[in-house]
């Protein structure tokens, strides 16, 4: 019993560091700061003002806080006892045992993380936009350097692949994969459309324009196919409308009168918000008559329903499972077999910028990593910085490579070609 925090008591004191002080990650130091055996030694975002308002509210004593963006000075104050505050993202990804990252960045998540694998610093990532984009990649690097690179518990990939671990070690057949859809879809959502209600919510308004145009749940369900080897059915999914107690009917293939051409699928449910989901089927006559005792439902597939996702706040017990168990709440298991392909909102002309997740000009949605590759589709999480459009582009049309001109100084960019020449070649 109680494996997890007996394994931290015995490990001892754990320093994390976190990077990006919005609702993730102020809530994550506020937590980190009550917790046994947990030190949130340094606190870096772009704005250090925010970094003290998220240190204020965890209550931690401003006399206790070293300002620095000098990693040998942050070392020597933590050493001290001291917590840092810092603009420099890679303090956070070099002094401490684990870093997290809540930027929601590609590009500032791809160098935190290279950063914290050449310092052996464990990866615990709540920016799964980036992980879609080089997650698998990024977990071979780590392997060889024996970093832990991992998804957080909590997060709805975590929260799915938790219900996946306990589903197949008991022996179910595992039909389908999804979460539910928080927001309403709109492909077409742009930051100033939501400004006011981001406000409200204390989001950045790109955020959540990435929630609405649904990109942020194709990225979710995207690092749940690399790391189980499902697909989606349907280019961009297909957006169930169900209920807990009618998933398993309302989700099935054709030839049992649903509307999905196969199995081992994910996908997404408008009504069953915030849970996540799994359709499962019994390999055996006498559980499914077992099932249907326990009130599971008739068969013979089944709906196995949990209906919560607490995000940040189970992050501790992906930090305790990478730096003491050296285990991944989720990962990659190889190459990619999906991935979140960039689609217009509008017409786009020639010389036009792209402003990539959460903007005004593409929204993403999954696709499977053979057709990507084969038509040659342009990855969202690589839309950062200066691009430009080569083409005009019609509206709701999916973005090539020839389509436009990435940001060749980025470093998911090169990254993401490293990715592809590494996949490749294995």
């Not at 786009?348 to 997740?357: F, Q, R, T, V, W």
């Amino acid at each position: 019993m109680f494996y997890l925090k007996k394994s931290l008591e015995k490990h001892g004191e754990i320093k994390v560091g976190i990077v990006g002080a919005g609702i993730m990650g102020s809530s994550l130091v506020a937590q980190l700061e009550l917790l046994d055996n947990f030190i949130p030694a340094v606190m870096s975002s772009r704005r250090l003002e925010s970094v003290y308002s998220a240190l204020d509210k965890a209550k931690v004593d401003r006399s206790k806080v070293i300002e620095t963006n000098s990693i040998e000075e942050a070392k020597e104050a933590i050493d001290r006892g001291y917590y840092v505050a810092t603009t420099n993202n890679k303090i956070a990804a070099t002094v401490v045992d684990c870093v997290v990252d809540c930027t929601g960045n590609t590009e500032e998540g791809t160098k935190i993380s290279l950063c914290a694998i050449e310092n052996g610093v464990d990866i615990v990532t709540l920016n799964v936009e980036m992980d879609a984009t080089v997650g698998c990649y990024l977990k071979v690097l780590a392997d060889k350097k024996g970093v832990i690179y991992t998804g957080s518990a909590g997060d709805e990939p975590g929260a799915i692949i938790e219900l996946y671990e306990f589903l197949n070690t008991v022996g179910f057949e595992i039909l389908v994969l999804g979460k539910g859809k928080n927001n309403e879809l709109n492909y077409y959502a742009t930051p100033d459309e939501l400004k006011e209600e981001a406000l409200k919510k204390g989001l950045n308004p790109k955020m959540l324009t990435s929630f609405v145009d649904g990109t942020n749940t194709m990225t979710e369900l995207n690092a749940v196919c690399n790391a189980t080897g499902f697909l989606p059915d349907t280019r961009g999914c297909h957006g169930f409308i169900s209920s807990p107690k009618t998933l398993a009917e309302d989700i099935k293939t054709k030839d049992e009168g649903g509307i999905l051409n196969s199995y081992k699928t994910v996908d997404f449910v408008k009504g069953i918000a915030p849970g996540v989901f799994a359709i499962v089927k019994c390999k055996s006559d006498v559980l499914t008559s077992e099932m249907n005792y326990l009130k599971m439902g008739d068969g013979p597939n089944f709906a196995i329903y949990r209906p919560y996702h607490l995000t940040s706040i189970e992050t501790p017990n992906s930090i305790i499972k990478a730096v003491v168990l050296r285990d991944s709440s989720i990962a990659s298991i190889g190459k990619p077999v999906a991935e979140t392909v960039a689609i217009a909102k509008k017409d786009l002309a020639i010389g036009e910028s792209i402003d990539g997740i959460g903007g005004n000009t593409v929204y993403g949605v999954l696709e499977s990593a053979e057709v990507q590759k084969s038509e040659n589709l342009i990855p969202m999480g690589i839309l950062v910085g200066n691009v430009r459009v080569r083409r005009n582009i019609k509206k709701g049309e999916a973005l090539s490579y020839e389509d436009v001109e990435l940001d060749e100084s980025s470093e998911i960019v090169r990254i993401r070609r490293e990715q592809e020449n590494f996949f490749t070649l294995t």
